[in-house]
């Protein structure tokens, strides 16, 4: 048997040494390696595996300290967990448990010089109730509810989902600019760039601009001197020409010239308000001929009429109350169960199943995928069930082809608000 085998007397002693702990001035954390003495440790020093480790550390020190911090912090609190879940013990004590194992990661090679400020950050963190007595420091692990965690989780989800929702609304506005810019150009824009707004500025050489006012008292007092009523109304009813004879052409001028100031997004946003006014003066129109047909027949139209209530039954809403952000319900979707009074409803939550009384103003429509059933909820065709076919996003509007009733398989257009989206059964 060899001089240093498994079972010689000399081999058993040193493992009988080494089943302690040793003293830490003697432990290399990089190599994680115990020694008996000075002279072992001095001798791990000049080790080649022992310089290479130093030189790594060399590189980033930082980091290998954070490293070794966060493997201490984590590890205490697993033990800390395990050992005294719900009592109040002294952190000397918890410590001395902690280094019971020879090859746990000693304090000296993380960022905190001594316990008390490791107790301190334990404080600091919320992870630990901190108190310093005549006998120590005292520590008491907070526990942390999984309900708690598992709804702060969610409320952070849906914070993203709506951050994510945002930007693609954002996105989506700027491609619809772009492409604005695009058809500006291919209408006959003279270069690539949008045109910029640009102050009036006027030279020393320009002459000041007159206004002629005199041929239109001029045609009046004529008229009353002569005593032609007719004539005198005639000058009356017509405008005076600010600017010279030709008043149209400077009319036109002046409109060329306000377009050509627009930058191109003005002239998109201008075209959608005159869009929506010429809807208006249509609806308006409509609703007037309707009423004046009824009563020339002597029917009621207050079912063909748009009112100022629009809950239905069995239809998909969307919660618009900012009220609501704090608990999970804005901009979630959820199925009318109830109308009460024609302006409240009782809406049952998708996702949770909360059943929530909300007001019609906080309230929006829900449209539908192609194909998916729909319900008429304002307007003249109120009530009807349909199909959408497809929407127009440029006009915000839908095409629906009716289902059921005498309007069947019409195919119709109507606003974003006038329809909605019906619940699956």
């Known amino acids: 048997m060899g001089k240093n085998d498994f079972l010689t007397p000399k081999a058993i002693a040193n493992r009988i040494k080494a089943k302690g702990l040793n003293k830490l001035r003697w432990y290399c954390q990089l190599c994680q390696k115990s020694c008996r003495d000075e002279n072992g440790f001095k001798c791990h020093q000049m080790s080649e595996g022992h310089q290479r480790q130093m030189q790594v550390f060399g590189e980033n020190p930082d980091r290998v300290v954070d490293g070794f911090s966060e493997?201490?912090?984590?590890m205490f609190m697993e033990h800390l967990r395990r050992a005294h879940p719900s009592s109040r013990v002294s952190a000397k004590n918890v410590y001395n448990e902690f280094i019971a194992d020879r090859h746990h990661v000693h304090m000296n090679s993380t960022k905190w010089l001594t316990l008390t400020e490791f107790v301190k950050h334990l404080g600091r963190t919320g992870q630990c109730k901190v108190d310093e007595t005549e006998k120590g420091w005292f520590i008491t692990l907070i526990r942390v509810d999984p309900a708690k965690a598992l709804s702060d989780a969610e409320k952070l989800k849906r914070e993203?989902?709506?951050?994510e929702e945002?930007?693609?609304?954002?996105?989506?506005?700027?491609?619809?600019?772009?492409?604005?810019?695009?058809?500006?150009?291919t209408d006959g824009?003279?270069?690539?760039?949008?045109?910029?707004?640009?102050?009036?500025?006027?030279?020393?050489?320009?002459?000041?601009?007159?206004?002629?006012?005199?041929?239109?008292?001029?045609?009046?007092?004529?008229?009353?001197a002569a005593g032609d009523s007719k004539a005198a109304a005639a000058a009356r009813a017509r405008p005076a020409p600010l600017f010279g004879d030709d008043d149209d052409g400077g009319q036109q001028q002046q409109q060329q010239q306000q377009h050509k100031k627009l930058s191109k997004v003005e002239q998109l946003m201008q075209k959608d308000l005159q869009?929506?006014?010429?809807?208006?003066?249509?609806?308006?129109?409509?609703?007037?001929?309707?009423?004046?047909?009824?009563?020339?027949?002597?029917?009621?139209?207050?079912?063909?009429?748009?009112?100022?209530?629009?809950?239905?039954?069995?239809?998909v809403v969307k919660v618009m109350?900012?009220?609501?952000?704090?608990?999970?319900?804005?901009?979630?979707?959820?199925?009318?169960?109830?109308?009460?009074?024609?302006?409240?409803?009782?809406?049952?939550m998708l996702d949770s199943g909360d059943v929530l009384r909300i007001d019609q103003a906080e309230l929006e429509t829900v449209l539908p995928s192609p194909g998916g059933r729909v319900l008429v909820v304002n307007g003249p065709y109120r009530g009807s069930r349909g199909s959408l076919l497809g929407i127009d996003a440029a006009k915000y509007q839908a095409e629906v082809e009716l289902r059921g009733g005498q309007y069947d398989g019409k195919a119709l257009w109507f606003e974003y608000e006038d329809i909605c989206k019906l619940a699956s059964k």
């Not at 945002?166 to 150009?185: C, D, G, P, Y």
Request: charged share 30%; glycine share 6%.
């Open 189 to 224: 824009a003279a270069d690539d760039e949008a045109p910029l707004n640009t102050e009036l500025q006027r030279g020393e050489a320009d002459e000041p601009i007159k206004l002629s006012l005199a041929a239109s008292s001029a045609a009046a007092a004529t008229a009353a």
């Open 166 to 185: 945002e930007e693609r609304s954002a996105r989506l506005l700027q491609l619809q600019v772009e492409r604005a810019r695009k058809m500006a150009r």
């Open 160 to 163: 993203r989902q709506e951050e």
């Open 321 to 348: 109350s900012k009220a609501l952000k704090e608990q999970g319900y804005y901009k979630q979707k959820g199925v009318v169960d109830k109308v009460i009074g024609k302006y409240v409803a009782e809406v049952a």
């Open 275 to 315: 869009a929506k006014q010429r809807r208006a003066a249509a609806a308006a129109t409509g609703a007037a001929s309707s009423s004046g047909r009824d009563a020339a027949g002597g029917s009621s139209s207050s079912s063909k009429a748009r009112l100022d209530h629009w809950l239905h039954e069995g239809i």
């Open 71 to 74: 493997e201490f912090e984590e």
